[in-house]
Nanobody, 119 residues
Framework: QVQLVETGGGLVQAGGSLRLSCAAS????????MGWYRQAPGKQRELVAR???????NYADSVKGRFTISRDNAKNTLYLQMNSLKPEDTAVYYC?????????????WGQGTQVTVSS
């Protein structure tokens, strides 16, 4: 099993910054990828950014140039630095981990942290 705990959400004015953290614990295998997703009210959950164990990254077009995903494998912690925040970034942000167990990918989610950007 894997546990994911997000911290760092909150209320910020447009143009401001926030840093989200996700601490992972449990049976975290070496072959994995982690990411941040978000879900705004009335909308589907969407990928924000993803990073592999080897630090390959990809971002949603809407956050490119503003958000940076990173990970500290020694601490099993995932980060999302969010700059130049916009009201449309308001959502619940979820940490995700996909773990390869040798035969299939297993997916785990955190409980989510609210990010609210005021105009």
């Amino acid at each position: 099993q894997v546990q994911l705990v997000e911290t760092g959400g909150g209320l910020v004015q447009a143009g401001g910054s926030l840093r989200l953290s996700c601490a992972a614990s449990g049976s975290i295998f070496r072959v994995n990828r982690m990411g941040w997703y978000r879900q705004a009210p009335g909308k589907q959950r969407e990928l924000v950014a993803r990073i592999t164990y080897g630090d390959s990254t990809n971002y949603a077009d809407s956050v490119k140039g503003r958000f940076t995903i990173s990970r500290d494998n020694a601490k099993n912690t995932l980060y999302l630095q969010m700059n130049s925040l916009k009201p449309e970034d308001t959502a619940v942000y979820y940490c995700n981990l996909d773990r390869w167990d040798g035969s299939s990918w297993q997916t785990y989610w955190g409980q989510g942290t609210q990010v609210t950007v005021s105009s």
